[in-house]
């Protein structure tokens, strides 16, 4: 994962094969609260891509 000083991101889970990159400009540089936040919804993002791709929810 690599986090840019105004909320741009690049998330890579490797074990599931999801990269996530995400262009923004926050007004802060740094904010805890909403990296949590854009941590959280990559996580989702990425389970609900591995969860689709699963053979069971054929």
């Known amino acids: ?3 840019g000083i105004h909320g741009q991101w690049l998330y890579v889970d490797p074990k599931r094969k999801v990269t996530i990159v995400k262009f ?3 007004p802060l540089p740094e ?3 909403l990296d ?3 941590i959280d ?3 989702a993002i990425a389970e ?4 689709r791709r699963s053979p069971n929810n054929l």
């Open 1 to 3: 994962m690599a986090i």
């Open 24 to 26: 923004s400009s926050q």
């Open 31 to 33: 904010d805890g609260l």
């Open 36 to 38: 949590q936040l854009n």
């Open 41 to 43: 919804l990559c996580n």
């Open 48 to 51: 609900a891509i591995e969860n």
